[in-house]
């Protein structure tokens, strides 16, 4: 089955305690991004990732590091997460070429205290 | 980068339509998109338009203007389950970025 997987779903955490939640795809797709979620700003691009060892800033970058060394995972990482960090996270990937939708992961709901 | 524009709340009885409004602004134009999303869970795919005209998906239709910037989304003979969050999505070329407006709460009534 065709599918982004995301881990942990839920997650609480300290302030200032590296944190990363894993993103894996099965379906060869080349695109890769991360996104959060908050009330009333709807999903905001964190990074991206064009292809294995590219990535790039989306909107939101600040606080957040990502690394593409395999097709196939993204992971998110936090280095010292801090309470406006709390949001909804999720992972999409897409094929590049064609216009194509992207497919999302099931969601990480993070709290930082 | 995209400024992407709807309708924050919208409520209807069950069996009416709905359509739901999206403007935006781009600079370089790879695909519209509208995805469903219930409360907590991820987005889901509902239709995309690259060309001008409407898609149509069984209960769910979608219609692109290029020139005006506009698309909407129609929404028929509405079921209790549709209570959701759509949400207009603008693809980037050749950045291949996906942008999100803030999303449309739509209320299905009995």
């Known amino acids: 089955e065709a599918q982004v997987t995301q881990n942990p779903r839920y997650l609480i955490t300290v302030t200032g305690k590296k944190l990363t939640v894993t993103c894996s795809q099965n379906m060869n797709h080349e695109y890769m991004s991360w996104y959060r979620q908050d009330p009333g700003l709807g999903l905001r691009q964190i990074y991206y990732s064009m292809n294995v060892e590219v990535t790039d800033k989306g909107d939101v970058p600040e606080g957040y590091k990502v690394s593409r060394k395999e097709k196939r995972n993204f992971p998110l990482i936090l280095e010292s997460p801090s309470p406006n960090q709390t949001s909804l996270y999720f992972c999409?990937?897409?094929?590049?070429?064609?216009?194509?939708?992207?497919?999302f992961g099931q969601g990480t709901r993070l709290t930082v205290v | 980068g995209q400024n992407i524009d709807q309708p924050t709340e919208m409520t209807a009885t069950e069996g009416a339509i709905v359509q739901i409004n999206c403007t935006y602004q781009?600079?370089?134009?790879?695909?519209l998109f509208w995805y469903q999303q219930h409360a907590g869970e991820a987005p889901t795919f509902l239709s995309y338009n690259v060309l001008d005209g409407l898609e149509e998906k069984g209960r769910f239709s979608s219609f692109l203007s290029r020139s005006k910037g506009y698309s909407y989304l129609l929404l028929k003979e509405l079921q209790m389950k549709d209570s959701a969050s759509y949400l207009c999505a603008v693809r980037d070329y050749p950045s291949y970025k996906l942008s999100f407006g803030a999303g449309t709460t739509v209320t299905v009534r009995a």
């Open positions: 781009t600079s370089g134009f790879n695909g």
């Open positions: 999409a990937s897409t094929l590049t070429g064609g216009v194509t939708e992207a497919f």
